[in-house]
């Protein structure tokens, strides 16, 4: 193997599918990431197929898919000959003739994803005895994988420790710039691993009313309170911001659609029961357009939750 420098998972990677489509052939050979449906490319070796990282197909479709519940070989010189890669609909999105596939575990067993290759051509079988290697390069790739992610807590720690400057004196949330910052640092870590992630924009509704009639402190009042409604319902590692006068921001790390939707309506109800009126929107981070878009999805899901609410009490 060619002198290689793993200073982390992501050139790791790309020195493994360097290597192993010099050794072996195939038009491509992938990194991938399984979250829910999705079937995410974190790296790719691409001679042919067009494939980005970023791009996402449906874990179903996939020969992967078939390989992990044992349905077909790690290693598919022919792999039309397979009746379960023969019927992936991944093979009418794209043409395969060829397959190779391992899986990637975390340290708990569970899948992260795959090390995987395709050919438009039939390859020779002696291209089996390859497996030990691949397998081998795969466990590699593991042990890196499980060592950066066991950080990753521990770096968000650090982080927010660097971010506790960046706050908001009334609440004691992170200010706007301090979201922008956690924002950015949490994208990288997501384009990096695959990681799902959500974002909750909350606003409440009425404030200037309150202000104007009950008085500025009555205003500040509400704000720390909900600050505090919307601490006491994420996890400890979720982020939660005031992104303006009376605008907060919820980024929920790690979180597929399922969990989203859980803090969704837990912030619904518990401000319901404190008696405090807020519009609420959420949207999930899009694995090719990121968190920055995802928070304008929820702020606009936000103001067509204060538009209704409004023709409600009309």
């Not at 319902?233 to 790390?253: K, M, Q």
Request: charged share 25%; net charge negative.
């Amino acid at each position: 193997m060619d002198h290689l420098c793993f200073t982390d998972f992501t050139s790791a990677s790309k020195a493994v599918l360097r290597h192993l489509h010099r050794r072996i052939g195939f038009k491509l050979w992938m990194i991938t990431r399984t979250e829910g449906e999705d079937w995410i490319v974190l790296d790719a070796e691409d001679y042919g197929y067009d494939v980005e990282p970023g791009t996402v197909f449906r874990w179903a479709d996939s020969f992967c898919s078939q390989m992990v519940k044992g349905n077909g070989p790690h290693i598919a010189p022919r792999s039309d000959m397979i009746p379960a890669y023969a019927a992936a609909p991944i093979g009418q999105q794209v043409d395969i003739k060829a397959y190779v596939g391992v899986p990637l575990t975390r340290a708990d067993g569970s899948l992260f994803g795959t090390l995987c290759a395709i050919d438009p051509a039939y390859q020779p079988d002696s291209i089996t005895d390859e497996l030990p290697l691949i397998e081998l390069l795969g466990a590699l790739l593991g042990t890196i994988l499980q060592s950066e992610l066991k950080a990753t807590d521990e770096k968000r720690r650090a982080e927010r420790l660097a971010a506790e400057a960046m706050t908001d004196a009334q609440t004691g949330l992170y200010n706007r710039r301090g979201w922008d910052v956690l924002i950015r640092q949490e994208e990288t870590r997501c384009r990096r691993y695959g990681h799902s992630a959500a974002i909750i924009v909350a606003d409440l509704d009425g404030l200037k009313i309150i202000n104007d009639t009950r008085g500025h402190a009555a205003g500040d009042a509400l704000i720390v309170q909900t600050a505090d409604i919307l601490r006491n319902c994420v996890r400890g590692n979720d982020i939660v911001a005031r992104l303006g006068g009376d605008e907060f921001g919820i980024l929920s790390v790690e979180c597929d659609h399922a969990g989203a939707q859980i803090l969704f309506e837990r912030v619904r109800a518990a401000s319901h029961a404190a008696g405090v009126e807020i519009s609420i929107g959420m949207a999930m981070r899009g694995h090719v357009t990121g968190l920055e878009d995802a928070c304008e999805q929820a702020d606009q899901a936000m103001f067509a939750d204060k538009r209704a609410r409004k023709a409600t009490h009309a």
